[in-house]
């Protein structure tokens, strides 16, 4: 049975148990702390609590994404730095440069562009799940021994403790609430990626 600090709002405590758990479980399994250089990848309903997570956990976070608009937001949540992928100028800086990737995108791109920014034994994980298969040459594995690898969820052990450490560091999900006679507006918004970052049903409009 799971615990739910007072400390966390009710309707944040729904999309931590989603969101929350799927990013913590891959961050906490490869050890990501204090002085980790950890890109995050999409600034989503998933990506937005990896930066949150990266960010208490003591790294240095910095957002990737292709869309301008998302910078402020970025710095808002915590990200120490923002990378314009379409930037060449601003990519090559970052060549080789971050020890983890919390890959939370899942429109199709481009895996090995990413590959690219991983210093020696760099890993990739992958929370996003595209619906068209990527292709990963061995070589931009082998060269810099790099890992790529996917992470779901937690278990009930592991869900608990990812929701003391956010009522530990304050953290919970930036949340859209709705009555339910607007789920119809806000799945056609979803569709769109107008949504930040997540629409919690008021259930007390039922």
Not at 97 to 120: K, Q
Not at 141 to 150: N, Q, Y
């Amino acid at each position: 049975m799971l615990t739910i600090s007072d400390k966390l709002p009710l309707e944040g405590v729904a999309p931590l148990l989603c969101a929350g758990i799927t990013t913590y479980s891959p961050l906490r399994h490869w050890k990501v702390g204090k002085g980790t250089k950890v890109g995050v990848l999409g600034l989503g309903g998933l990506g937005h609590m990896g930066v949150k997570l990266a960010v208490a956990m003591g790294a240095e976070l910095t957002m990737l994404s292709h869309s301008l608009s998302k910078e402020q937001d970025a710095k808002r949540l915590g990200a120490h730095k923002f990378v314009l992928t379409s930037d060449e100028a601003q990519v090559k800086t970052l060549t080789g440069y971050f020890d983890f990737i919390l890959d939370t995108v899942s429109a199709e791109h481009d895996y090995n562009f990413y590959l690219g920014l991983l210093r020696t034994n760099g890993v990739m994980v992958c929370v996003g799940a595209p619906s068209v298969p990527a292709t990963v040459p061995a070589f931009n594995l082998i060269f810099g021994r790099k890992s790529i690898a996917g992470s779901l969820i937690g278990g009930l052990p592991e869900t608990q403790e990812m929701l003391d450490f956010c009522a530990e560091h304050n953290i919970v999900s930036d949340i859209e609430l709705i009555r339910m006679d607007e789920i119809n507006e806000a799945y056609e918004r979803m569709l769109k990626s107008d949504v930040k970052y997540r629409f919690v049903i008021d259930m007390s409009t039922l």
